[in-house]
């Protein structure tokens, strides 16, 4: 099982949009809508940002929203804050009844 | 106050054995499956399998298949992780995590993570 893809960075202006996107295949992202994403700052334990694509758990800021079309998903942030700065990982479930999580994102905010 | 709490780093030296816990509290341990993820040096994150905590049903990922044991003590809401002999390739992050609902949902909470280092 590959791992999903993600852009290495990604980096944008305080107060501006950016988009991280995930690409699998017809077997993982395309094929359930369990997919979810990440947020682990230096040192820290990982974080639930979104989950079963765009449901936000709670506690979340809505800030972060996510969406999919065909194999690839998204996370969006909007409204781009310094405490944004971290990596970002989704996350797949496949058909063969296995995990499989994206290769990360760094999000630096400029 | 749902919370992971991971066991301290180790340090191996090759074919050493060595098992990490995941303690878990704040929560109905048994209803919830709990997996682990291996984030290697400088790498992303890989899933290694998940155990449901009530009956110690277990899903495993092909590529750790028969390299660990991932096992739970519901007494005692607690889930290990395993290997009976090390290789230095194990030097890892390694965390559990809590699935959402089910073993194919979503991680909704974290341990902060067991470093575990294998040099000789």
């Known amino acids: 099982q590959s791992a999903l893809t993600q852009p290495a960075s990604v980096s944008g202006s305080s107060g501006q949009s950016i988009t991280i996107s995930c690409t699998g295949t017809?077997?993982?992202?395309?094929?359930?809508?369990?997919v979810s994403w990440y947020q682990q700052h230096p040192g820290e334990a990982p974080k639930l940002m979104m989950f079963?694509?765009?449901n936000r758990p709670s506690g979340v800021s809505n800030r972060f929203s996510g969406s999919k079309s065909g194999n690839t998903a998204s996370l969006t942030i909007s409204g781009l804050q310094a405490q944004d700065e971290a990596d970002y990982y989704c996350s797949s479930y496949t058909r063969s009844n296995t995990h499989v999580f994206g290769t990360g994102t760094k999000v630096t905010v400029l | 106050e749902v919370q992971l709490v991971q066991s301290g780093a180790e340090v191996k030296e090759p074919g050493e054995s060595v098992k990490i816990s995941c303690k878990a509290s704040g929560y109905s341990f048994a209803t919830y499956w709990i997996g682990w993820v291996r984030q290697m040096p400088g790498k992303g994150w890989e899933w290694m399998g998940s155990i449901y905590a009530g009956d110690s049903d277990i899903v495993h990922s092909p590529s750790f298949q028969g390299q660990v044991t991932i096992s739970v003590d519901k007494s005692i809401n607690t889930a290990y992780l395993q290997w009976s002999s090390l290789k230095a390739s194990d030097t890892a992050i390694y965390y559990c995590?809590?699935?959402?609902?089910?073993?194919?949902?979503?991680?909704?909470?974290w341990g902060q993570g067991t470093v575990v280092t294998v040099s000789s």
């Open positions: 079963d694509v765009n």
């Open positions: 017809s077997s993982d992202v395309g094929f359930y809508n369990y």
């Open positions: 995590a809590r699935h959402g609902y089910s073993s194919s949902s979503h991680y909704d909470y």
